[in-house]
């Protein structure tokens, strides 16, 4: 049929919900979101499949494709989901706050749902939430200082999507190996300590040799606190560049 879109179907927000059926079990796009979030929690998105969700709905699994139409769409109903919980997190305010709040509460988020993690920095999500959430991304940025043109706000998207997407996933992942190891980073360090101790003992690595000996255990949310507030006292003192428009 002709859609906004062309001759395919609406995007899965847009479309209304199926006619509530004479079934033993009602269903809605909410509900099997809800169910698909829980079972990638459990087992990551390798361990989703129509099939499982079905069987945990109690419904044959044809009669989730009246509600989604693939694998695709599925992930972005369970992507907005998490979105609006980090939109709640960004009510109005100065600018910078704004976004410290919607920083921290995509770090949870991503800790939450480690599938998340996964699923930043790849096709943009474009739900209502994450739309929402975006908003109010690019809206307190464009108060800062230092952003005074639209290359400026592009930039500086650009820079805190870049820092909170490696440091959320580089903290999934620690996590992750971790539990597939049986090891955490103490026993890791503790494992290649005779190994790293001689070659810091051949005085060719004295940078990193500092760092281990003197260098504290950070807090991991400490640390991503200082470290997004470092980017952000950098947007607000962005300074002209080659092709900047006033």
Same mark, same amino acid.
């Given at each position: 049929?002709?859609?906004?879109?062309?001759?395919?179907?609406?995007?899965?927000?847009?479309?209304?919900?199926?006619?509530?059926?004479?079934?033993?079990?009602?269903?809605?796009?909410?509900?099997?979101?809800?169910?698909?979030?829980?079972?990638?929690?459990?087992?990551?998105?390798?361990?989703?499949?129509?099939?499982?969700?079905?069987?945990?709905?109690?419904?044959?699994?044809?009669?989730?494709?009246?509600?989604?139409?693939?694998?695709?769409?599925?992930?972005?109903?369970?992507?907005?989901?998490?979105?609006?919980?980090?939109?709640?997190?960004?009510?109005?305010?100065?600018?910078?706050?704004? &976004?410290?709040?919607? $920083? +921290?509460?995509?770090?949870?988020?991503?800790? *939450? /749902?480690?599938?998340?993690?996964? %699923?930043? =920095?790849?096709?943009?999500?474009?739900?209502?939430?994450?739309?929402?959430?975006?908003?109010?991304?690019?809206?307190?940025?464009?108060?800062?200082?230092?952003?005074?043109?639209?290359?400026?706000?592009?930039?500086?998207?650009?820079?805190?999507?870049?820092?909170?997407?490696?440091?959320?996933?580089?903290?999934?992942?620690?996590?992750?190996?971790?539990?597939?190891?049986?090891?955490?980073?103490?026993?890791?360090?503790?494992?290649?300590?005779?190994?790293?101790?001689?070659?810091?003992?051949?005085?060719?690595?004295?940078?990193?040799?500092?760092? &281990?000996?003197?260098? $504290? +255990?950070?807090?991991?949310?400490?640390?991503? *606190? /200082?470290?997004?507030?470092?980017? %952000?006292? =950098?947007?607000?003192?962005?300074?002209?560049?080659?092709?900047?428009?006033?």
């Amino acid at each position: 049929m002709d859609t906004p879109y062309g001759s395919g179907p609406a995007p899965v927000w847009e479309r209304p919900e199926p006619r509530p059926r004479a079934a033993p079990v009602p269903l809605s796009r909410d509900k099997i979101a809800a169910v698909a979030i829980r079972l990638a929690d459990a087992h990551g998105l390798d361990g989703l499949s129509v099939r499982k969700i079905a069987t945990e709905l109690g419904v044959g699994p044809m009669r989730l494709y009246d509600y989604v139409s693939n694998r695709s769409e599925l992930l972005d109903l369970m992507v907005d989901v998490v979105y609006a919980g980090i939109a709640e997190a960004a009510p109005p305010a100065e600018w910078r706050a704004t &976004v410290l709040a919607v $920083a +921290h509460a995509t770090r949870k988020a991503a800790l *939450d /749902h480690e599938w998340f993690a996964d %699923l930043l =920095g790849g096709r943009p999500h474009l739900g209502p939430h994450a739309l929402a959430v975006g908003e109010a991304t690019a809206a307190a940025l464009s108060r800062a200082p230092g952003v005074r043109s639209v290359d400026d706000l592009q930039r500086a998207l650009g820079a805190l999507n870049s820092f909170v997407i490696g440091a959320v996933r580089r903290e999934v992942t620690e996590r992750r190996t971790a539990r597939a190891t049986g090891t955490d980073e103490a026993a890791w360090q503790a494992g290649l300590g005779p190994y790293l101790t001689r070659m810091l003992a051949t005085g060719r690595y004295p940078t990193v040799a500092r760092l &281990v000996v003197d260098g $504290a +255990h950070l807090d991991a949310e400490e640390t991503f *606190d /200082h470290n997004l507030t470092t980017v %952000l006292d =950098g947007i607000t003192s962005l300074r002209a560049g080659p092709g900047r428009r006033s």
